[in-house]
Nanobody
């Protein structure tokens, strides 16, 4: 079992920054990668960023490249998403995700609202 708990969401003006955190517990040694997804009202959940747990390789959705940075602290079993130059279209619930032995695990989500 894996438990994921997100935090750090909130209300910010366009151009501002937020840092999201995702604390993992449970079978953390089985992680290959950790992901951030987001879901805006009335839209499908979409991929935002990924980091491999071991090597720290990263990849991003085109919509956030150059503005968002994913990182991890293996000593704290925590993944971060630094979001800069936020836009109103970044408004969504942000979810942390990982897959262990074919099973997807999700956090409860944290709301990010960007005002124009």
């Amino acid at each position: 079992q894996v438990q994921l708990v997100e935090s750090g969401g909130g209300l910010v003006q366009a151009g501002g920054s937020l840092r999201l955190s995702c604390a993992a517990s449970g079978r953390t040694l089985s992680f290959y990668a950790m992901n951030w997804f987001r879901q805006a009202p009335g839209k499908e959940r979409e991929f935002v960023a990924q980091i491999t747990w071991g090597g720290g390789s990263t990849r991003y959705a085109d919509a956030v490249k150059g503005r968002f940075t994913i990182s991890r602290d293996k000593t704290k079993n925590t993944v971060y998403l630094q979001m800069n130059s936020l836009k109103p279209e970044d408004t969504a619930v942000y979810f942390c995700n990982t897959r262990v032995r074919g099973t997807d695990y999700w956090g409860q989500g944290t709301q990010v609202t960007v005002s124009s």
